[in-house]
């Protein structure tokens, strides 16, 4: 089993980045959490997941370990597929899903793509016992760590982005560091989205 791959990030695309690991581009799909950390160029560690379904063959990973087995509780619930789950983690950072199963707030849980009241429902009903305690991993900045890339990505989406195409415009955008403005973010990412 694969745990782990340690490589440059040699592109990061809507909902999947491109490793290179000895002369060997793993395409890894991740959430938009996860992706919009990396940036192309640097080395990074993702944890990974093999996935076989059917006659399909994907590699899914994440920055924290804690996502990674967040990720897979997810596959533990009925009716909660791949594409439903990286929804979830895309849709919400990882403290924010936890938060959302932990308070029962299906409204939440049901704003991500793929998942009705039912679902949210049963995830809450099944993950909640099992989830309570966790804490982030250090190494994974929280929401409230980088408030400025989350207002930054909410204002792209008031202009009609969807999450997933502000996360990713956000981590390709060049120029932006540490102090910028999320105006600044903003601005660099629409260079990108509007070519």
Same mark, same amino acid.
Not at 102 to 111: I, R
């Given at each position: 089993?694969?745990?782990?791959?340690?490589? #440059?990030?040699?592109?990061?695309?809507?909902?999947?980045?491109?490793?290179?690991?000895?002369?060997?581009?793993?395409?890894?799909? *991740?959430?938009?959490?996860?992706?919009?950390?990396?940036?192309?160029? @640097?080395?990074?560690?993702?944890?990974?997941?093999?996935?076989? #379904?059917?006659?399909?063959?994907?590699?899914?990973?994440?920055?924290?370990? @804690?996502?990674? *087995?967040?990720?897979?509780?997810?596959?533990?619930?009925?009716?909660?597929?791949?594409?439903?789950?990286?929804?979830?983690?895309?849709?919400?950072?990882?403290?924010?899903?936890?938060?959302?199963?932990?308070?029962?707030?299906?409204?939440?849980?049901?704003?991500?793509?793929?998942?009705?009241?039912?679902?949210?429902?049963?995830?809450?009903?099944?993950?909640?016992?099992?989830?309570?305690?966790?804490?982030?991993?250090?190494?994974?900045?929280?929401?409230?760590e980088m408030p400025v890339t989350t207002e930054a990505a909410e204002g792209l989406m008031a202009l009609g982005y969807s #999450?997933?195409?502000?996360?990713?415009?956000?981590?390709?955008?060049?120029?932006?560091?540490?102090? *910028?403005?999320? *105006?600044?973010?903003?601005?660099?990412?629409? #260079?990108?989205?509007?070519?």
């Open positions: 089993m694969l745990d782990y791959i340690v490589g #440059r990030v040699e592109d990061i695309q809507e909902n999947a980045l491109i490793i290179d690991r000895d002369g060997m581009g793993f395409l890894i799909h *991740s959430s938009g959490s996860s992706l919009q950390l990396l940036k192309p160029g @640097e080395e990074a560690k993702i944890y990974t997941e093999l996935q076989i #379904r059917d006659d399909q063959v994907h590699l899914v990973g994440f920055l924290s370990r @804690e996502e990674r *087995s967040m990720y897979r509780l997810l596959l533990s619930v009925s009716k909660v597929g791949p594409k439903a789950a990286m929804g979830l983690m895309t849709g919400l950072p990882l403290e924010h899903l936890q938060q959302a199963i932990l308070a029962e707030d299906a409204k939440a849980l049901s704003s991500c793509p793929g998942i009705g009241k039912k679902t949210a429902e049963r995830i809450i009903f099944d993950l909640r016992g099992k989830i309570a305690g966790w804490v982030p991993s250090a190494g994974m900045p929280t929401t409230a #999450r997933s195409e502000a996360m990713h415009a956000l981590s390709q955008a060049a120029g932006i560091t540490e102090e *910028s403005t999320a *105006s600044q973010m903003i601005r660099a990412a629409l #260079r990108n989205l509007v070519r």
